[in-house]
């Protein structure tokens, strides 16, 4: 009889085998995260950081979409990333935050709200 598990763990470590995200602290929401996105521009490779608070997170087979949100100049800011992609050099856990829900899209109405 094949053991599933086993083999479905050794086809997951053969195929994650070249990236760098895998072995850290797993990435919940209500994680502040910043995270290292390398950008081409022309022949040129630069690495450009961003930093936000992830307020979902998605899976598939192999794969995990994390949704990012920060607010850059008085403006809500979203960036769904591929937590395995190549285009990702470096994923750091900055600040954890204690949340009850799985998807936090009620933070895109706080900024809303005028204060009296």
Known sequence: M?????L???ISSN???GHNNI???PICVGDYIRFGLL???GTKERTQNCEGLVIAKRFSNTCCNLTV???F???GVERTISLFSPKISKIKILKHYKV???KLYYLRRKENVKKK
């Open 15 to 17: 195929l994650f085998s």
């Open 69 to 71: 949100r920060t607010v």
């Open 8 to 10: 479905k763990n050794n």
């Open 73 to 75: 100049q008085g403006i």
């Open 39 to 41: 950008i081409t521009e």
């Open 100 to 102: 009850r829900r799985a």
């Open 23 to 25: 072995n850290q602290e």
């Open 2 to 6: 094949v053991n599933y598990l086993s």
